[in-house]
T-cell receptor
Framework: GDSVTQMEGPVTLSEEAFLTINCTYT??????LFWYVQYPGEGLQLLLK?????DKGSNKGFEATYRKETTSFHLEKGSVQVSDSAVYFC????????????FGKGTKLTVNP | GAVVSQHPSRVICKSGTSVKIECRSL??????MFWYRQFPKQSLMLMAT?????????EQGVEKDKFLINHASLTLSTLTVASAHPEDSSFYIC???????????FGPGTRLTVL
């Protein structure tokens, strides 16, 4: 079945450091790919998405590129802030997004001042 | 963006009682709602998918008699944890999609603690 594998962390960085959170997937169909963010005590928010190969999703300084050849969707940010401290989830759907999301296990990011 | 609310945000109950959690789409019609359980160390488990007016589809290993889901209208789905026990303590999250917007919108979650 479809699955998502992401680095589990936790990841601890200093402010202004470069962030990469790796995410790879397996899917039987042609997936749409997502990154969600969960701040402490809250539900999930969509951070960015990409629906076809070579698409780059971006938001709030975060970026991820849909790489079909490596089945990857790694999340990057050039300079993290303390306010980026959260749990990040990579996810996919395989039928236009209205079907269920398949999540990775999440990566907890802590950014220290 | 679209807003999904959950009520209550947290609930503490005694073992053996039933607990109802509501998930509402506030400004759109949610044709499909999803219920998740989030375990410690973050992982999200999809429990069931519900479509308005039809029976929920449960994921493998989820007890349908234990976790009762009702999606009676296009803006409301409820999850009832029947005869809750301490092992049911968890963070329950819902999400919703509409037929004209495939994006999943998540509720803020409900923290259930069973004593």
């Amino acid at each position: 079945g479809d699955s998502v594998t992401q680095m589990e962390g936790p990841v601890t960085l200093s402010e202004e450091a470069f962030l990469t959170i790796n995410c790879t997937y397996t899917a039987t169909g042609y997936p749409s790919l997502f990154w969600y963010v969960q701040y402490p005590g809250e539900g999930l928010q969509l951070l960015l998405k990409a629906t076809k190969a070579d698409d780059k999703g971006s938001n709030k300084g975060f970026e991820a590129t849909y790489r079909k050849e490596t089945t990857s969707f790694h999340l990057e940010k050039g300079s993290v802030q303390v306010s980026d401290s959260a749990v990040y989830f990579c996810a996919l759907t395989t039928q236009g997004g209205s079907e269920k999301l398949v999540f990775g296990k999440g990566t907890k990011l802590t950014v220290n001042p | 963006g679209a807003v999904v609310s959950q009520h209550p945000s947290r609930v503490i109950c005694k073992s053996g009682t039933s607990v109802k959690i509501e998930c509402r789409s506030l400004d759109f019609q949610a044709t499909t709602m999803f219920w998740y359980r989030q375990f410690p160390k973050q992982s999200l488990m999809l429990m069931a998918t519900s479509n308005e007016g039809s029976k929920a589809t449960y994921e493998q290993g989820v007890e349908k008699d234990k976790f009762l889901i009702n999606h009676a209208s296009l803006t409301l789905s409820t999850l009832t944890v029947a005869s809750a026990h301490p092992e049911d303590s968890s963070f329950y999250i819902c999400s919703a999609t509409s037929h004209d917007n495939n994006e999943h919108f998540f509720g803020p979650g409900t923290r259930l603690t069973v004593l």
